[in-house]
């Protein structure tokens, strides 16, 4: 029968499916129909028993709650705090299960926007791995019996340790301040192994205060980074890259200059107009180059002229930022140059992040005997090269999986996890952030913070009245039951601000010596995904793709092609870095854009327990990090091992002239604004096929600007997260096999040790003219009428015709099957998003715009009775760019943001002369070259211009 | 012989020595009467671990996925097709020798026609393995790629060129052995009145459908297989031609050229007449039959060779002039990358093979001197083979985009599919020897001497 749901739509009481009408029953069941249905259900069976159909049992609900329909997402807003800054997130739950972290649109420190770890926590909670019971030395106990045996031990001890991370929230705070009073000789003490406190302790000591420095990148006409990759593992980043993209729209006129001077190559670098590469270690004379010194010999006297000249030029909308490594006379110098430019800098008094405290106190306490020792959500046995907990009498660590230090405590604890917890957060004065469960612990795990409670109370039965902490951050909130829930609806309470800079103080610190020759310098930065370590077990943070590098699976002593020369080393040998008594092998992987005495390594890796599929994955650099972040002066030699096999997911970086991410400079594009229309000429192109019209109706298409992308691949996690594409190990993307739906494709021209970079994401593009639909056999891949190339999973055959025939190489396959692990594990299971199929071994998949966000975009609407409207529809790439850099939506709506990015002067089509038609629109980058750099000469444009 | 042209100008004798009717079947009959000789034995026994290891390739793709070969993102298609294209290639010369031939009356044909034949059919089963398992869910393959009715009424996309293989393929493979089989008739009517045992009366009495030899039962015989060689004829020209539009319709450089119809045709030719030539030289000597497939049938097939192999030649160049003046830069480094790229190797093995090498066929001593034209006719199939490769592989792995550019290296899996396709089409050609008439008796009776009308000229 067929069904009009035009009919439908009118009827207002029709809102779900269950309405829909059934087919009128049919009982004309003769003996020949019946025979017809036996031979027919014989021969199904026959052939379903050669298809894969995972066995399953469905439970219903009895009592549904009024809020619940099954199928249907419901939302919460909520705070990550599993990470250094408490973003605010929205959790897509369906069915009762968290399945999907977003930003949350209107919190003020993050505004919707997303980082990589921050979404990929969703499988952490789902970690197969994760410790299921309290264990007490090797048994399995109760939390009764564990916490007995606790507070017997605290209550007779005479000194206590407890170490936690950096970010407490200020309920966590309060009572770590009440446990510390009931508990004698308790001491709190801050682990945060990869993170800036040697930065945090230099500005305490120039502007007289602890706090945190926030440059106002989207007020900054002209930004100097020394050695700071604010875009990529410093700091804030998502609110960093949305402050900086906002500046980077040369058609709207509002267009910053970045000067990046740095050893290795970051995200940060690979966005500059200009890049000096430096060592390091002669940060201090790049900032006296800068107040008016001489530039080192070998370095770019012009470019230090014109950062010179456009620095003065723009008081008051020029800005330097310094890498978190470097010493404290660099920034003593880049406060006194930001004071005397009056550089937009904000001031964060008391950031959420508290400020760690030295390696060395910690490991103190610990070789010291304490009684007790406590570890909250801290791995200090795998990053705390010296941590002896052999004279500890008693050690408890809380964690949500039985990593290192939880394998080396008389107790393990298994802890909740951030989407199981009730927490606070205050990331600004005046603002306070929520965090609330979605779920119940899954494994009967316990918030750590519950455990402090509980043995608070153990300890001083007065210290509160609340039964959990969930009561206990409600009391401290102040709110009465409506206000409460509102709060924790909204997520956050106060809008909060941040204080203006303070003048600095105290500016004499001397700069220590630069690294000699034939040293290397080598900086340990945490890992962009893995972080200090504490997510090296996530399978989807360990597959994407280090920005630069494009390597996965592994961490390694990253230097330019100079430095592997001199060194006498090739790609994927081992050397061996020495600094003072440690020493480490690494294996070498060589890239360009890296200063020659330079090396780049990655904290965060070669976890030994705890971490699942990330367990021996990599190379611990710790034992490097006794004397902080900037090692000056190490020995580097040919370790002279046998070669390591490095995954990296892109090998040419060459564009060859084809023109794919296209560029111009600030002047090419002040002389030709649509420069980029012109790059490539090709006859006419001619239409064999009908022409179709897509002028009616919807037509989605989505648009990228890469003046706005900085490479971070926050894209690629939420892509993954939301269509449920399966990790697959570091031995099929070494086959070239990875599943990512998007991309990102770099390439670079030029000199080795400072090449152009040019950064884009590469998704499928859904051309109007698709190759990859006329050449499926089975019609498994087929077009719409709203311009989606869809490919339709359980018609395909898996003839890989189609990603042959694809120009953009955006068709991922099923190799193996992938999702078998996801959907036998019953607890990955549930991390699947149920809106999206997951797709079985031999099938083809590739991006499809998200197409169950269009289609529930549409039902919503036309739920209501209304039209879809621009903004309805956001892909999961675009909801996470914290650049801003995606839009999507329907051409068709007048004056819809898409409409106006396809019709941009700076628009363009990759391999347009093709005659594919993509739905995807780039904008071409344009670099803000300085004047007197720019060697632009117009008419004299490759490629002929007109 | 009254037809001069119709045969060598030298006009030898098709069959050598002094040779009667009845002693002709009887050479052709001993293979397959007597009991299977230890050096049938020891052949069978030696392809049997290639053929096994076909089958364990086979089933183990099918069970994992197209996981265990090398295949990756941008290389969609790797060792699987090439093979298959290659033996379609081989494919070729069979009905080309029984229908082209035969139409064009080249009576040195019927001592190779029935091996031939029997090889291109043998080929094609070989080659039909490969779309199979290629795709990544064949049970769904297996049928779904068949315009077939069903309730969801989805059809099958005919502008896709695998649909034309399907078409072209199965056609192939139906016609020619339905030609093959025709062909045997008469043969196995021989078999059948010779048999002695019941058994084999029986069966071989079935399998001839009745055959009389009679006059009528000679008329229709005859028609039908001047039908068949009609329609068998523009077959070997067209299935070819489609596999080609696999590769010509695509947009991936390398591959969307024009000139590739003619050329795979040629290229096909080419490997078959290579195939036929490698085997039955081995064939006619375990069989004893030097003096029903002469040196001078070699030498004639080493013409069809060397005419082909500078077909294929002049292909390889006006693609790379193409490229050139076409202006296309992705097509022009399609083929510099061919030349000059990683796997610039094959290339140029696979110009040697089939362009330089067959060169030496110019010398008649060398076409038809077995211990010369061997090595050469192995390495033309070695040549063929790494053609399909390198258009395979070097089109693949360096394409539009330089980001998802990544190179191919065949699985442990591939290997054995590549080795035990020969296993496969080694055993049936094994069984067929010692099953059926390896030459077409009937027909080789009518080139001996005496047994034509010779336009008055009576002995």
Redesign the interface.
């Known amino acids: 029968m067929t069904f009009d749901d035009a009919k439908l739509r009118d009827r207002p009481e029709v809102t779900t499916r269950d309405d829909n009408p059934l087919p009128p029953e049919d009982n004309a069941l003769t003996r020949r129909t019946a025979m017809k249905l036996f031979s027919v259900t014989a021969l199904m069976g026959a052939?379903a028993g050669?298809?894969r159909k995972p066995e399953r049992y469905i439970y219903s609900v009895v009592d549904r709650p009024e809020y619940q329909r099954p199928g249907t997402p419901l939302y919460y807003h909520s705070t990550w705090t599993d990470g250094l800054y408490p973003y605010g997130i929205t959790v897509k739950c369906v069915d009762g299960r968290p399945i999907k972290i977003e930003g949350h649109e209107e919190h003020p420190l993050n505004l919707g926007k997303a980082c990589a770890p921050m979404q990929a926590a969703l499988v952490s909670l789902y970690d197969p791995e994760r410790l299921k019971s309290p264990r007490s030395g090797k048994n399995d106990v109760t939390w009764e019996q564990a916490d007995k045996r606790i507070v017997k031990a605290l209550q007779a001890a005479s000194s206590t340790v407890v170490v936690t991370r950096g970010l407490l929230g200020p309920s966590e705070q309060a009572l770590a301040a009440q446990f510390l009073k009931a508990a004698p000789g308790a001491k709190h003490f801050v682990h945060e192994p990869a993170v800036d406190r040697e930065r945090r302790a230099a500005w305490k000591a120039i502007y007289g205060a602890d706090g945190e420095l926030v440059p106002e990148f989207d007020k900054a006409d002209v930004i100097v980074s020394i050695d700071c990759d604010f875009l990529g593992t410093d700091g804030d980043v998502v609110s960093n890259t949305r402050r900086f993209a906002a500046t980077r729209r040369p058609e709207a006129g509002t267009f910053s200059r970045l000067y990046v001077a740095e050893g290795g190559m970051t995200v940060t670098g690979s966005s500059a107009d200009h890049r000096l590469p430096m060592r390091p270690s002669e940060a201090s004379a790049l900032v006296a180059a800068l107040a008016g010194g001489t530039a080192k010999e070998g370095w770019d006297a012009k470019v230090i002229a014109a950062m010179r000249e456009d620095l003065a030029a723009n008081r008051g909308k020029a800005l330097v930022v310094a890498g978190p490594h470097l010493p404290a006379a660099v920034h003593a110098a880049v406060a006194k140059l930001n004071a005397e430019l009056q550089a937009p800098l904000l001031w964060n008094a008391a950031p959420a992040l508290l400020p760690a405290n030295d390696p060395q106190e910690i490991r103190a306490a610990l070789a010291a005997g304490a009684d007790v020792a406590i570890f909250l959500g801290v791995n200090p046995v795998y990053d705390l090269p010296g941590a002896d907990l052999a004279k500890v009498k008693l050690s408890i660590a809380h964690g949500l999986t039985a990593n290192e230090t939880l394998a080396a405590c008389d107790i393990a604890l298994p802890s909740a996890h951030n989407l199981e917890s009730w927490n606070d957060t205050a990331p600004l004065a005046g603002m306070t952030t929520y965090c609330q469960p979605m779920i119940a612990p899954l494994f009967g795990g316990r918030q750590e913070a519950d455990s402090l409670l509980a043995w608070t109370k153990a300890l001083d039965e007065s210290a509160t009245d609340a039964e959990d902490f969930h009561d206990y951050v409600k009391a401290r909130s102040g709110l009465e039951a409506k206000a409460w829930q509102a709060a924790l609806r909204k997520g956050y309470t106060g809008s909060g601000s941040f204080a203006q800079a303070p003048a600095p103080k105290s500016l004499d610190a001397t700069a220590p010596a630069a690294g000699a020759a034939g040293t290397m310098d080598v900086v340990l930065v945490a890992d962009p995904f893995l972080g200090d370590g504490r997510w090296a077990g996530n399978p989807w943070l360990l597959e994407t793709p280090e920005p630069v590098t494009q390597l996965v699976w592994d961490n390694a002593a990253m230097m330019g092609p100079a430095a592997a020369k001199a060194l006498g080393v090739a790609k994927e040998d081992w050397v061996t870095i020495t600094l003072g008594d440690a020493t480490l092998d690494l294996p070498v992987l060589v890239k360009t854009g890296f200063q020659k005495d330079t090396i780049l390594v990655h904290l965060g890796w070669g976890r030994t327990a705890g971490a699942g599929v990330g367990d021996r994955v990599g190379i611990n650099a710790y034992p490097l990090s006794a004397a902080g972040h900037l090692l000056v002066g190490a020995k580097v030699k040919s370790a002279g091992k046998q070669k390591y096999h490095l995954v990296r997911t892109?090998?040419?970086?060459?564009?060859?002239?084809?023109e794919?991410a296209r560029s111009a400079t600030a002047k090419e594009f002040a002389a030709h604004s649509d420069f980029a229309k012109h790059r490539r000429h090709h006859p006419p192109l001619d239409q064999i096929d009908q022409e179709v019209d897509y002028t009616k109706g919807h037509k989605w298409v989505l648009g990228i600007d890469l003046n706005q992308c900085t490479g971070c691949n926050a894209c690629m996690v939420a892509c993954q997260s939301e269509n449920n594409i399966p990790t697959v190990g570091k031995d099929?993307v070494s086959?070239?096999?990875?599943m990512s739906w998007i991309?990102i494709?770099?390439?670079e021209k030029g000199d080795p040790e400072n090449p152009e970079i040019s950064q884009m994401p590469?998704l499928c593009q859904h051309c109007d003219n698709a190759?990859c639909e006329?050449?499926?056999?089975?019609?498994a891949t087929v077009h719409s009428p709203e311009g989606l190339n869809d490919q339709i999973y359980n018609?395909?055959?898996?003839?890989?015709?189609c990603?042959?025939?694809c120009?953009?190489?955006v068709r991922?396959?099923?190799?193996?099957?992938y999702t078998k692990q996801a959907i036998d594990t019953p607890v990955e299971e549930l991390a699947q998003n149920p809106h999206v199929t997951v797709r079985?071994?031999?099938?083809?998949e590739k991006c499809t715009f998200c197409v169950q966000r269009i289609n529930a975009a549409k039902f919503e609407r036309s739920n209501k009775g209304e039209k879809v409207e621009d903004g309805d529809v956001v892909t999961a790439c675009q909801q996470a760019c914290p650049a801003d850099a995606i839009v999507f939506g329907d051409e068709n709506i007048e004056g819809s943001k898409i409409a106006a990015a396809r019709k941009a002067d700076l628009a363009y089509h990759?391999?347009e002369e093709?005659n594919?038609r993509p739905n995807v629109t780039y904008q071409a980058r344009v670099r803000n070259l300085h004047p007197s750099l720019d060697d632009y000469t117009p008419g004299a444009a490759k490629k002929g211009g007109h | 012989m009254s037809d001069a042209t119709a045969t060598l100008p030298e006009d030898p004798p098709l069959v050598q020595g002094d040779i009667t009717l009845q002693k002709l079947d009887d050479d052709i009959s001993a293979p397959y009467e007597a009991f299977p000789t230890k050096r049938w034995w020891i052949a069978f026994l030696l392809v049997q671990p290639l053929a096994i290891a076909f089958l364990v390739c086979f089933v183990y793709t099918i069970g994992a996925g197209i996981g265990t070969w090398g295949n990756n993102a941008p290389v969609g298609w790797g060792w699987a097709i090439t093979n298959f294209v290659f033996w379609i290639g081989i494919g070729h010369a069979g009905t080309l020798i029984s229908a082209i031939l035969y139409l064009l009356r080249q009576k040195w044909r019927t001592g190779i026609a029935r091996f031939a034949e029997a090889m291109t059919i043998f080929a094609v089963i070989c080659a039909l393995q490969f779309p199979l398992i290629h795709t990544g869910r064949p049970w769904l393959a297996a049928y779904w790629l068949l315009p077939l009715p069903n309730s969801n009424n989805i059809w099958v996309n005919f502008r896709s060129p695998l649909l034309w293989d399907v078409f072209a393929v199965s056609t192939y493979g139906l016609v020619s052995f339905l030609f093959w089989y025709t062909g045997l008739l008469p043969d196995l009517a021989i078999a059948r009145d010779r048999a002695k045992h019941k058994v084999r009366k029986l069966v071989y009495g079935i399998m001839s459908l009745g055959w009389k030899g009679s006059n009528r039962a000679w008329s229709h015989y005859e028609k039908a297989y001047l039908l068949f060689a009609g329609l068998s004829t523009p077959l070997v020209l067209s299935v070819h031609s489609v596999v080609s539009f696999d590769f010509a319709v695509s947009v991936v450089p390398g591959w969307h050229t024009t000139i590739f119809p003619p050329y795979f045709v040629a290229g096909a030719i080419f490997s078959g007449f290579a195939m036929v030539a490698t085997l039955i030289i081995i064939m006619r000597k375990y069989f004893k039959l030097q003096h029903v497939i002469t040196n001078d049938h070699l030498d004639v097939m080493n013409r069809i060779v060397i005419a082909t192999s500078l077909m294929v030649g002049y292909a390889y160049i006006i693609e790379i002039f193409i490229a050139w003046y076409g202006g296309v830069t992705f097509e022009r480094y399609a083929f510099i990358n061919r030349a000059l790229g990683p796997y610039a190797w094959a290339y140029w093995l696979m110009v040697t093979c089939n362009v330089i090498l067959p060169q030496l066929l110019w010398f008649k001593k060398i076409r038809s001197t077995v211990k010369y034209l061997y090595p050469i006719v192995i390495l033309v199939n070695l040549g063929m083979w790494l053609e399909r490769f390198v258009i395979i592989i070097t089109s693949l792995t360096r394409d539009y985009l330089p980001s998802s550019w990544d190179d191919f290296a065949p699985s442990w899996v591939d290997i054995g599919l590549l080795v035990g396709s020969f296993g496969l089409f080694l055993t049936l050609l094994l069984l067929f020897c010692r099953f059926l008439p390896t030459v077409a008796m009937a027909e080789t009776k009518a080139v001996l001497p005496g047994s034509q009308p010779s336009g008055g000229h009576h002995d």
Do not use: S, W
């Open positions: 052939v050669c298809t892109q090998r040419a970086h060459d564009q060859m002239d084809r794919i099929e086959l070239g096999r990875d991309r494709d770099r390439y590469m190759p006329t050449v499926c056999p089975v019609n018609r395909c055959v898996g003839t890989r015709y990603a042959n025939n120009p953009y190489k991922r396959f099923n190799f193996f099957n079985m071994r031999g099938v083809m990759v391999l093709l594919v």
